[in-house]
């Protein structure tokens, strides 16, 4: 067993154990335990739990991986979801706190005065939820796959039974306390890795400095990073590293649609607003928020740097290297089907070009080529690219890369476990409680027993874990877009819902369901077609990760529109309105 191999079992199995020993130990038998935690998690505690959420793996792996590839055009993903959670933190988490209800749908279904509008939220909150954790689900099998050398599906499997463990024993509560153990875990992964290449590239062990600055030895010394990356990246026939829409890169208002999609999709997911829930205050739920801003901050400075790092690293160590003489990440991730290399022209050497290698995923053959290279089924792509790299690995190939000890590798593969693990547990617990709470105990059975709608509980979440599984091992893109499509429903869907149901005393019932339908019916009508029916963007090239943002207008438009033409609200949910808004009183919350 080699050293990277066995300090990942010492430091997955040590995490896996603290893990599961804090879920058994907030096991609950009460609804409230099981949906909010109780409601009396600490603000610093939350704030942990809250980073935790929020930074799942396509925060951890593969957001870097896409600003790595796509340069300053990936900064859409940093930009969108930070800026989504100041937002979040300022215009609608301490309001929804004081309303006090279990769930979204619930605020929705109670606002809005309307079991109908509580079951079309509950339809958004699961179809977002649903794909947000398939591209968790996704984060897990890569990171099983590689360190534990087994196939991506066989890592998906694993990580739906342990999730399932946790999530289903201790509810909220278990989630809460074991989410605040994987923040530091996965800060810890982040940081690590990121200080020490930093110092190896440039001799500033501060990430967030040493990606400006020059670099410290090799043909390169002396020159600036960036500046030196630029220049690699037109010599091999891709974009400026540093450029914003040239040629080969999105345009200004498909980055606008998609930044503004991941904002106000921030700020309607449905399992970052619960966490505000379980805290016991109004001025507690401002104060975890900004204890999350700012432990969620530490990350996103960071995560720039080790993009450029990667990027750095890996055309400097393989680019024009023998296939004889290429490093040892490169051979492990080859085992995966990660990375590939088809030799085009013969000549034993990689050459790493702008372009596909080949077409599709790389499809291993049952041969080996004349330098020991396995041979792959996939018909050769035009262009002298030779080298095949998926996104999603760079950060957990990042240390190995740069020649870091193997325990550093290994407690990256873990961080990666306890971003994409924390986010799919607080995710299916949404689409449990969506079930549970809002359809089967609000809707169906008023008399449901408490035994009765934690069963039910648990069960939703064995049959979510299954169909996230499904699409972990069956995904419709990378990591981080597969999460981007999950915020662009919810932007369609919630966030106008959300602010008029806070700040509008005339929106109405009428209103509120027609704009959920029509906004989330036409992003996902684009969705379908542009992901899955080869069609075009038509609507003025904004792709499917970015048309959240105009389904998301719809929704005003519509919502707006309806309710002006309608009666007003009753009399009993003006004033509820206005009690939210109002100061007073806020140093409570209503209770559930």
Known sequence: ????????????????????FIAWMSRVKDTKGFYVAGGGVPALANGMATGADWMSAASFISMAGIVSFSGYTGSVYLMGWTGGYVLLALLLAPYLRKFGKFTVPDFVGDRYYSSTARIVALVCAIFASLTYVAGQMRGVGIVFSRFLEVDVNTGVIIGMVIVFFYAGLGGMKGITWTQV??????????????????QKITGNPIPQLGFGGTIAEGQNAGRFLLETLNEINQDLGFAEYTGAFGPGQKSMIDVLAITLALMVGTAGLPHVIVRFYTVPTVRAARMSAFYALLFIAILYTTAPSVAVFARYNMIDTLNNTPYAAAPKWFKDWQQTGLVAWLDKNEDGIIQYRAGDAFQGKPELSDQTGMHGQPIYANPPAEGPNELYVDRDIMVLANPQIANLPAWVVALVGAGGLAAALSTASGLLLVIASSISHDLYYRVINRNATERQRLTIGRIMIAAAVVVAGYFGINPPGFVAQVVALAFGLAASSFFPVLVLGIFSKRVNRAGAISGMITGIGFTMLYIVQTKFLGVDPWFYGISPEGIGAVGMAINFVVTLAVSAATPAPPKEIRELVESVRYPRGASGAVDH
Do not use: E
Not at 4 to 18: A, D, E, K, S
Not at 182 to 194: D, E, R, S, T
């Open 1 to 20: 067993m080699d050293k990277i191999l066995l300090w990942t079992y010492i430091l997955v199995g040590i995490t896996f154990g603290i893990y599961l």
């Open 181 to 198: 153990a994987q923040y530091v875990v996965m800060i810890l992964a982040f940081l690590i890795p990121a200080c020490a290449i930093s």
